[in-house]
């Protein structure tokens, strides 16, 4: 069961019989979420270590589609879990200049929600390259 707050801040991507994959509802960043499925792991150390190459490969392949989508400066790949602590990998496209370079994105001013069905022009090509069917 995905946790209750990535629920309500991101929207579906696709999903695995291992991962889903989201997407932050905030206009401000290309900026995509993997959680592992297996219930109750909170730290990437609790995954046995075919689950660990297999969440590092959907990380390296996101943040490879993404940063070459979006053209960014640089990528931002984190597992905080200080607020959520359900296990899930944040992978961020950023750019020099977007509204909180060159620190981190959170707690960095307000989100940008996406307005009803409208989201980034990235994420169909996202889709695509992953080959991940749809939420």
Known sequence: MLHPRLEADTRALGETPQFWLRWMN??????VIIVPRQPG???WHELDESAQ????????RCSLHLQRLTS???MNIGA??????QLHVHV??????DPCWPGPVWGQGAPEPWQGAAQPAWLPA??????????
């Open 92 to 97: 961020i496209a950023r750019h020099e200049g």
């Open 41 to 43: 792991v909170r730290e």
């Open 126 to 135: 996202l889709r695509d390259a992953l080959a991940w069917r749809c939420a």
């Open 26 to 31: 905030d206009q401000r960043f290309p900026w």
């Open 80 to 85: 905080l879990g200080n607020v959520v602590p």
């Open 53 to 60: 190459q297999e969440l590092l490969s959907m990380v390296n």
């Open 72 to 74: 960014a400066d640089k």
